[in-house]
């Protein structure tokens, strides 16, 4: 076999083989976009997909594609937390409007002697008990609607939770937080935030609480926060954020809903994952940017 031949010969299988990886690496990239696709489809925006193996090119889409998933999280957030504003004061301005005269006058209708003792008492004792039931619960609203605006500052997490830590000391902790961990935010609004989650957490029961912190891929700081107390309903997990929803009957569903956005106005993301940690019955994620 002549060397022309030989050279033809490899030249042809190496068309061939670059030919099949090419094919391949097409296959792989299709695949890639229809994992991307599936985790909008189900609207789990915290996809993150491996560039090793990628071209430059394809390297740099694939970041940016990454970092998108976490933009728009970051606007639905904002945009969720803007809408709950706006309801809020609308709300608040509504009842107390209306619920006002009424307080009023079931108060002076209580002190007319014509009033006491008679039939009517009753009734309109009940009426002013609604209403005074009621403001309570608008007043609730006033102080979701009027936040102090944050002041962030580099915060250890860790000596944060030591402070929290120590109130809370007839709980059992289980602390994953090795080394001087540094976050931006505002450190009297964190402790709110956990401090609503560790209540959360004993009002349903839990005598365990975890706390692990980890750097996420994105460069985000992220703070697991555990606890084996009564189990979420799958019927009610995604409402748990929503204002004022609660499925206690002393609650007033103020809390969550709270720390949510006090965490998102920094920049920050809370939720609840799907799958909690070993030994734990929930799991709240709470992300911080570096």
């Not at 939770?161 to 000391?169: F, G």
Request: aromatic share 6%.
């Amino acid at each position: 076999m002549s060397l022309e031949l030989k050279l033809l010969i490899a030249l042809v299988l190496l068309l061939v083989a670059v030919a099949l990886w090419f094919c391949y690496h097409q296959r792989q990239l299709v695949k890639r976009a229809r994992l991307m696709q599936e985790a909008i489809r189900n609207r789990d925006l915290t996809f993150r997909l491996p560039t090793r193996r990628l071209f430059k090119g394809e390297r740099a889409l694939q970041e940016t594609l990454n970092q998108l998933g976490e933009h728009i999280r970051e606007q639905v957030n904002m945009g969720e937390v803007e809408s709950w504003e706006k309801l809020t004061r609308v709300l608040t301005h509504e009842i107390m409007n209306a619920t006002a005269p009424i307080a009023s006058i079931s108060q002076s209708m209580l002190h007319n002697p014509a009033v006491k003792g008679s039939e009517m008492e009753e009734g309109i004792q009940a009426i002013h008990s609604t209403v005074t039931h009621l403001n309570s619960f608008v007043d609730g609203y006033r102080k979701y609607s009027e936040l102090q605006k944050p002041v962030p500052q580099l915060v250890d997490l860790g000596a944060v939770i030591i402070e929290v830590q120590q109130l809370y000391a007839q709980l059992e902790w289980h602390c994953h937080i090795e080394g001087p961990i540094i976050v931006k935010t505002d450190p009297n609004l964190l402790r709110q935030i956990l401090i609503n989650l560790i209540k959360n957490a004993i009002e349903a029961g839990s005598h365990k609480l975890g706390m692990e912190c980890k750097n996420s891929l994105g460069g985000r700081v992220c703070l697991y926060v555990s606890n084996d107390g009564e189990l979420i309903p799958a019927d009610v997990r995604s409402s748990i954020f929503i204002p004022f929803f609660t499925t206690k009957r002393s609650g007033n569903g103020i809390g969550l809903s709270l720390s949510r956005r006090l965490l998102t106005i920094q920049g920050g993301m809370m939720s609840l994952l799907d799958e909690p940690h070993s030994g734990f019955t929930t799991t709240f994620l709470l992300e911080f940017p570096q």
